[in-house]
């Protein structure tokens, strides 16, 4: 049962993820994408905290959502999503107090996702 902990919440976050990819592809700037996700959050009525968080691997702060108070969100725009940036990903999550996250890829052909959490890395 442990894989299909906050299954429903996170089925919702990958629909956002799915509607924003389908109204704008691929090649716009990441900060658009992210503002995107804000208003789609709020018209779905999803909760969430939108908060910048600073990486000691990397020079910029970096922004996430936290949705349902326990669900990081990521937001990546790279031409395809490595198995370095997954794996940066998930230490970023290490010491965390959060049990699931998602990052979600625009910057590719297709929308690319990772879930991490409840004993499962889905893509």
Known sequence: ????TYQVEVNKLIEVGNYIYKQ???GCLDKVYK?????ELELRNIPY?????SNANRLDNSE?????????????????LSEEQENTFMDSLKGGDLP?????NFGYKNL????????????
């Open 49 to 53: 905290l939108r908060k910048t968080k």
């Open 35 to 39: 503002e995107v996700m804000e208003l």
């Open 64 to 80: 996430e959502f936290v949705c349902y108070d326990k669900i990081v969100v990521e937001l990546d725009t790279h031409s395809f």
């Open 24 to 26: 704008l592809g691929h």
């Open 100 to 104: 699931v996250a998602l990052l979600f």
């Open 1 to 4: 049962m442990e894989n299909n």
């Open 112 to 123: 690319q996702y990772v879930k991490v959490g409840g004993h499962c890395i889905l893509q």
